[in-house]
């Protein structure tokens, strides 16, 4: 079991700056992914950035050029630097961690953390 606590959303005006956290804790194997998805009202669930073990990263159209996911190994953190903020970021954001490689691999989620963009 892996357990995930997330931490930093709030709200923000236009053109500001947010700095999500996630920490895992439990049983994690060496090969994992960490990575944040979000949700606005209405829409569904998306991924905004991903980064695995080795530092390989995946950031969706949307925020490329805005948003930087980092992670720390020894901490088993990953971070979301969240610059010129727009209103249409404004979601609940979640951490997600993929635990072990792609044949045994097993998925967990955080409780998410409320990030609002105001105008």
Known sequence: QVQLVESGGGLVQAG???RLSC?????????NVMGWYRQAPGK????????DNVG???YADSVKGRFTIS???AENTVYLQMN??????TAVYYCHFQ?????????????????????
């Open 44 to 51: 569904q669930r998306e991924l905004v950035a991903a980064i």
């Open 56 to 58: 390989m990263k995946n």
């Open 16 to 18: 500001g700056s947010l």
């Open 84 to 89: 010129s903020l727009k209103p249409e970021d």
């Open 23 to 31: 920490a895992a804790s439990g049983r994690i194997f060496s090969i």
């Open 99 to 119: 635990n072990g490689p792609a044949r045994d691999t097993a998925y967990y989620w955080g409780q998410g953390t409320q990030v609002t963009v105001s105008s």
């Open 71 to 73: 992670r720390d190994n």
